[in-house]
């Protein structure tokens, strides 16, 4: 069964602390890796997509890497305005889905 | 218009009452799903849509949900006979064909409670 799974649940850190969130996936075979960020009270904020492992994409203070097993989301120097969930979902090959498979999340928060 | 739109955008009903859910999809857009999202949760899966077909409405958690999609635009989500345990947050999000090197695009939500 394909599977997504987000490391912490949860993370605070201070203002400039950098770090990384974890997404392991197990899938059959991978078409997309996608990051979102969810702010309370929103929908999904897309981010960004891999495609293979290697690859990496950058936004601000976000880096996103791919690798077989699994994908980091790097935040550098972090401000309060960072803090969200952030969700790893994976879309897959096979069949007639296009879904995308979500993991449950890591949410963040940056102190000041 | 420019994003996903929902409607309404929260909605609280009695149980046993039928609600629908709208979405209308970035123009353009024929690949279109449905998710919820219970209180503290991730998303979970419901139905996909390409163009007006459905080829995968294995989320669907039992016969009261049912989905619809015309004119390759607009979806309703009808839940009958609504529990409290459908109370919940239910997200619509569209790309542009569902295939590989698109990105799904997500509404607001419409957060349903239902007493």
């Known amino acids: 069964e394909d599977q997504v799974t987000q490391s912490p649940e949860a993370l605070r850190l201070q203002e400039g602390e950098s770090s990384s969130l974890n997404c392991s996936y197990t899938v059959s075979g991978l078409r997309g890796l996608f990051w979102y960020r969810q702010d309370p009270g929103k929908g999904p904020e897309f981010l960004f997509t891999l495609y293979s492992a290697g690859e990496e994409k950058e936004k601000e203070r976000l880096k996103a890497t791919l690798t077989k097993k699994e994908s980091f989301l790097h935040i550098t120097a972090p401000k309060p305005e960072d803090s969200a969930t952030y969700l790893c979902a994976v879309q897959t090959y096979g069949g007639a889905t296009n879904k995308l498979i979500f993991g449950t999340g890591t949410l963040l928060a940056v102190q000041p | 218009g420019a994003g996903v739109s929902q409607s309404p955008s929260n909605k609280v009903t009695e149980k046993g009452k039928d609600v629908e859910l709208r979405c209308d999809p970035i123009s353009g857009h024929t690949a279109l799903y449905w998710y919820r999202q219970r209180l503290g949760q991730g998303l979970e899966f419901l139905i996909y849509f390409q163009g007006n077909s459905a080829p995968d409405k294995s989320g669907l958690p039992s016969d009261r949900f049912s989905a619809e999609r015309t004119g390759e635009s607009v979806s309703t989500l009808t839940i009958q006979r609504t529990q409290q345990e459908d109370s919940a947050v239910y997200l619509c999000?569209?790309?542009?064909?569902?295939?590989?090197?698109?990105?799904?695009?997500f509404g607001q939500g419409t957060r349903l409670t239902v007493v």
């Open positions: 999000a569209s790309s542009l064909n569902g295939g590989e090197w698109t990105e799904a695009f």
